[in-house]
């Protein structure tokens, strides 16, 4: 009898031994949790900075005396402004200052010949643009000043700082660390001064500066 209970309790310890395993078997364990994706900074453009630009002009002058003609030459200077990004519109003001060798003459009823010219140009704008991470397009505008320089030989001429206005825009791009570069067009139009006696002429002599600038520059973000 004992020999009976003996074998009857190893049957059923081995069946319980024989289901268990097959339970762990057949049991499934859920996948590990997938890693968290890991997601570049997006670049912020919030924050001033300070540059350097340079590039070249072609632009018109008139003389009430002399009629129209063109203009050309270059700049180079320097840049401060702000950006401030909420979302992807950045909103900024700059202002910059530049040495520039823009000028230009006639000898069309001027025989002595009647130059135009500007040796400094400055300008503090609004700028407006839309971020696409570390790319800027941007569109700017607001005042410009410089001095529009007159002369005739053998007379004194004019050399006045006029103040206008300019519009333009540009690209800027995110190339490293604080640094960002950029191009740019601008139309300028520093309006207009009268030089009259000062050119030669026995009238009023209105002489008008207005240029066109395409420049790059590069900036360094604080």
Request: with cysteine; aromatic share 12%.
């Amino acid at each position: 009898m004992k020999n009976q209970i003996v074998a009857s309790l190893g049957l059923a310890l081995a069946a319980f031994a024989t289901a268990a395993a097959g339970a762990d078997l057949s049991r499934r364990y859920p996948p590990p949790p997938p890693a968290a994706p890991i997601y570049a900074p997006v670049y912020n453009w919030t924050g001033f900075y300070i540059g350097v630009n340079g590039g070249g002009a072609f632009g018109h002058s008139t003389w009430d005396s002399a009629g129209g003609f063109n203009l050309t030459g270059g700049l180079l200077g320097g840049t401060i402004g702000y950006n401030w990004q909420p979302g992807p519109l950045v909103l900024g003001i700059e202002s910059d200052l530049d040495w520039s060798g823009i000028s230009g003459s006639t000898t069309n009823l001027c025989p002595l010949g009647c130059k135009t010219a500007n040796s400094w140009l400055g300008t503090v704008r609004g700028r407006v643009g839309y971020a696409f991470d570390r790319i800027m397009p941007y569109v700017t505008g607001g005042l410009a000043f410089g001095n529009v320089k007159a002369l005739t030989p053998g007379f004194p001429g004019i050399d006045n700082a006029n103040t206008g206005w300019t519009v333009g825009a540009g690209l800027e791009v995110a190339i490293g660390g604080g640094w960002t570069a950029k191009a740019e067009y601008l139309f300028v139009d520093l309006g207009s001064a009268n030089c009259g006696f000062n050119c030669g002429a026995l009238v009023n002599d209105n002489v008008s500066f207005r240029t066109s600038i395409v420049r790059g520059g590069f900036n360094y973000r604080f």
